[in-house]
């Protein structure tokens, strides 16, 4: 018999079927390579060219305010044909519009309504179906659902003209609804992969345990395992390492497919092509980015194991046991239960704080993105490559600071909500420098406060650094909060309020452009939506926090033996 099989009975079975089998490095890298697939997505589509594509489609489609009868693109065969038009021709500034859904909204924020639009979809999604993942075999078969759904969303775009450029919006709906969720759902593989680590320290120390034998014969004495001090402090420890590297990898194939879409758009850009389709170049990308996708999530469907939860409920004990009514009875039943989450939540003090706290840094994060983006693109006259070439310079600096902030917590002793505080204040600084640009002194520099197109690359890079301690740190705090047996739902509490808070953050910037014809001012907004945060990660307690949920856990389990339950995992 193995060590590893000699251990294993030290993992208590709560439930019949339950996966306590240790965590292997296969297992690791088929959670790593999701991140590799999709991140590449999340970055280069959501992140860089569904912005672009949905604002060039509707630039195409779009008039000047000032004289419906002027295109904002030159037509095709004249001396400037599939340039963008900035000025109205009479040097003043002017807002390019589109008719859309009867409404006329500027092409700025055509792009900022739709990401709103699809951030709400994908948190009404995560409320409705995420507590699947927390039954049965549900978790890897939903991870995989909508990672395919979401590889042909996107390659679908290579269909997306602009004569039916109102199907975009559609398009980006689905797919970063499909995106979410996924990474929803490998986000609740964490906590599980690290309860079940066992490293070579572990190995030692359960070699040379004299009462190891009794803890194999009495389970209940291990179910105290997750508020041992020593175990909690080497979860919190595994749990950012895992998530760093996860974040770098996904960040280091973001980089590699950002430098081949630059090739793709050079080459395109010796061509009569991308002057006669402005838009094409990008949706072969997108294209491309699918087939990335779906072809790295491949080694994800082979390598990670499903780690069941406990069996749904059947509906025989329900109302709703004829044929044609399951569909609405499991979804009842995900509604309830992300409910009862969301109650078991606000029993949690510092859960509240955190959830509300990542609500509005997340928020800040998205509408910066997108609105950096925006800005680049019609503000300061970028071409498509130019962007492309901030965006690599972001991701680059995300991947130095996914592995960069763990070592300098550990040179410096610094604890992961130290981290995100610190990133919280790096953030700042771009809506800030922003901001200059309305001090006359500084305007009349003619450079500094986001004047020159240069200046951009700069905040690039301290966004990418702020990037990579946030995406790594935020779920390493929030994993030791979740009481065991709910991680999915309450990592689905954790996307669906990551996610709805960006629904707001765009759309108010949206409303902003649309008012004012300049997205500088939005930089207020900004400034005062990324120090909100600040206070209240400050006075998150993680350790009180570890020990409330464990807490929570062990009433729970108390409970369910004591309502005559039987402890199934001991029939093994």
């Keep these: 018999m193995s060590f590893d099989e ?36 999340a970055v280069v589509g959501v992140g860089l060219f569904l912005p672009v594509v949905l604002e060039q489609l509707s630039r195409e489609n779009g008039v000047f305010f000032s004289d419906r009868s002027k295109p904002c693109v030159t037509p095709p065969g004249s ?44 948190a009404v ?135 081949f879409s630059i090739i793709v758009l050079f080459l395109f850009s010796k061509t009569s092509i991308s002057t006669n389709n402005p838009s094409l170049p990008i949706r072969v990308i997108l294209f491309l980015v699918g087939i990335w996708w779906a072809s790295f999530t491949i080694p994800t469907l082979l390598w990670l194991r499903p780690r069941p939860g406990p069996p749904l409920p059947t509906q025989s004990k329900t109302p709703f046991s004829r044929r044609g009514n399951t569909f609405l009875f499991y979804t009842l039943f995900s509604l309830r239960s992300f409910w009862h989450t969301l109650k078991k939540a606000l029993r949690l003090r510092q859960v509240i704080i955190f959830l509300i706290a990542w609500f509005l840094l997340s928020d800040a994060i998205a509408t910066i993105s997108g609105t950096a983006v925006l800005f680049a693109r019609t503000e300061l006259q970028m071409g498509t490559i130019a962007v492309a070439l901030l965006s690599i310079t972001s991701i680059g600096c995300g991947m130095f600071g996914a592995f960069i902030w763990p070592r300098a917590a550990a040179a410096y002793s610094l604890t992961p909500k130290t981290v995100l505080i610190l990133c919280v204040a790096a953030m700042e600084v771009i809506p800030l420098y922003g901001l200059l640009g309305y001090i006359p002194f500084v305007k009349a520099l003619g450079f500094g406060g986001l004047q020159k197109p240069w200046e951009i690359y700069p905040l690039g890079v301290v966004h990418g650094l702020v990037m990579g301690g946030i995406s790594s740190y935020a779920r390493s705090v929030y994993a030791p909060l979740i009481p065991e047996g709910s991680e999915a739902a309450f990592f689905a509490l954790y996307a669906v309020t990551d996610k709805g808070s ?58 369910v033996v004591g309502d005559g339950g039987e402890d199934e995992g001991n029939e093994d």
Aim: glycine fraction near 8%; proline fraction near 5%.
């Design 502 to 559: 960006s629904a707001f953050g765009p759309a108010l910037v949206g409303w902003i452009v649309d008012r004012a014809g300049t997205i500088r001012p939005a930089f207020a907004f900004l400034a005062v939506l990324v120090l909100l945060p600040g206070p209240l990660l400050w006075r998150l307690d993680v350790e009180k926090g570890r020990e409330d949920a464990g807490r929570m856990a062990a009433r729970e389990r108390e409970f």
């Design 125 to 259: 999604t995560l409320v409705c179906f995420s507590s699947f993942a927390d039954h049965g075999p549900y978790r890897k078969k939903m991870l995989l659902a909508f990672a395919y759904a979401g590889s042909i969303v996107s390659a679908l775009f290579i269909f997306i003209t602009p004569g039916v450029y109102f199907l975009a919006p559609f398009l980006v709906i689905i797919g970063v609804t499909c995106l979410g969720c996924s990474f929803t759902l490998l986000n609740a593989f964490l906590p599980l992969l690290v309860s079940n680590h066992i490293d070579n320290a572990s190995r030692s120390e359960d070699r040379s345990s004299s009462d190891h034998e009794l803890e194999a014969l009495n389970p209940e004495s291990t179910s105290t395992r997750r508020s041992d001090p020593e175990k909690l402090t080497r979860d919190l420890e595994r749990s950012a390492k895992i998530s760093s590297k996860g974040v770098g990898l996904g960040y280091a194939a973001a980089v590699f497919v950002q430098v």
């Design 6 to 41: 000699a251990v294993r009975p030290r993992q208590r079975t709560r439930y019949k079927g339950e996966d306590t089998s240790p965590t292997t490095p296969r297992e690791l890298n088929g959670w790593y390579s999701y991140a590799i697939a999709a991140e590449v997505f």
């Design 79 to 122: 001396a400037d044909s599939g340039r963008l038009r900035v000025r109205a021709g009479d040097g003043r500034e002017e807002q390019c519009i589109v008719k859309f859904l009867g409404a006329e909204i500027t092409t700025a924020s055509f792009a900022m309504y739709t990401s709103s639009a699809a951030v709400l979809v994908q």
